[in-house]
């Protein structure tokens, strides 16, 4: 067996290219934040413990971070963004598509999403403080 400190550098080199691209999609439609935000925790606590504990720390990030480590929970609130969000995007997908195909098969991708991130838990009141 190979032992996982070998491969530290390759979760720390993921865990800051992810919150790169995070970052990256505050400001580009249709890329998005939050699931690269998890993937960079995800990565940083195999990688890095100060990257870690700093998104654990942050203001807007750490409490969903906490919740999908504690539970594999979303709030209902981030849900009904994503899902807003998603349709919005599968709208423009079909006023601008070249072919109806395309913004089709978007679409159709959106909704498996849409539909797994809908069935997961919500995080238990008291795991919100």
Do not use: N
Not at 33 to 44: D, K, R
Not at 54 to 59: G, N, P, S, T
């Amino acid at each position: 067996m190979i032992p996982r400190v070998r491969f530290r550098w390759a979760w720390w080199l993921l865990a800051y290219v992810s919150l790169g691209l995070g970052f990256i999609g505050i400001f580009v439609p249709g890329l998005p934040t939050v699931p690269f935000v998890l993937l960079s925790a995800f990565a940083a606590a195999r990688g890095s413990q100060r990257l870690h504990a700093r998104l654990l720390a942050h203001a807007r990030f750490g409490p969903m971070i906490r919740d999908w480590q504690a539970h594999g929970a979303v709030s209902r609130r981030a849900k009904t963004l994503a899902l807003t969000m998603m349709a919005i995007c599968a709208v423009i997908m079909f006023l601008t598509a070249p072919r109806v195909w395309m913004a089709a098969t978007g679409t159709a991708i959106m909704a498996v999403v849409a539909t797994w991130l809908w069935l997961r838990p919500e995080p238990p009141t008291d795991a919100r403080r």
